[in-house]
């Protein structure tokens, strides 16, 4: 009778072990999906930068591949149907070709490259108005340009 109530609480303390081991488990899945989430939301923001670049013709400077990778549609959800299934190989293989990329940046500004996040878009929205300036003026100046 004694060694049914040490298994008993040998089961139970295993039980409690395992309910442990498994909230962390259920932690770390849903800190990988929150992960995942922002990488895809990373990816596809420079997948847009990079559109926006290329539609622009704005240069970018590379290390390794070039601007022909950039396809010129936004990605579709990586979820796959059988419907879907051909655009979301097409989608993860224009990411592939845009991970090929490397960009340089030794030519940004030191002073910018420790910038935050806040900090970044108030120079970004600076330079905009800048170029936009810029912009007004040429109008002004050359009216038959297009700008």
């Known amino acids: 009778m004694q060694k049914v109530e040490e298994i008993r609480k040998e089961i139970k303390l295993e039980g409690f072990q395992c309910k442990s081991i498994k909230r962390d488990v259920e932690e770390w899945n849903s800190t990988i999906s ?35 990778k950039v396809l010129l549609k936004l990605p579709v959800d990586s979820i796959i149907t059988e419907a879907s299934e051909s655009s979301s190989r097409q989608s993860s293989d224009s990411q592939l070709k845009e991970n090929e990329l490397e960009i340089d940046y030794i030519i940004i500004n030191n002073s910018n490259k420790n910038l935050n996040e806040d900090e970044l878009r108030t ?8 170029q936009n300036a810029i912009r007004a003026e040429l109008q002004l100046s050359y009216p038959k340009l297009k700008v």
């Open 34 to 68: 929150t992960t995942r989430v922002k990488i895809s939301n990373l990816t596809f923001k420079k997948h847009k930068i990079l559109m926006d670049c290329k539609i622009n013709n704005i240069n970018i400077p590379l290390l390794e591949g070039t601007m022909d």
């Open 123 to 130: 120079e970004i929205i600076s330079l905009k108005n800048k």
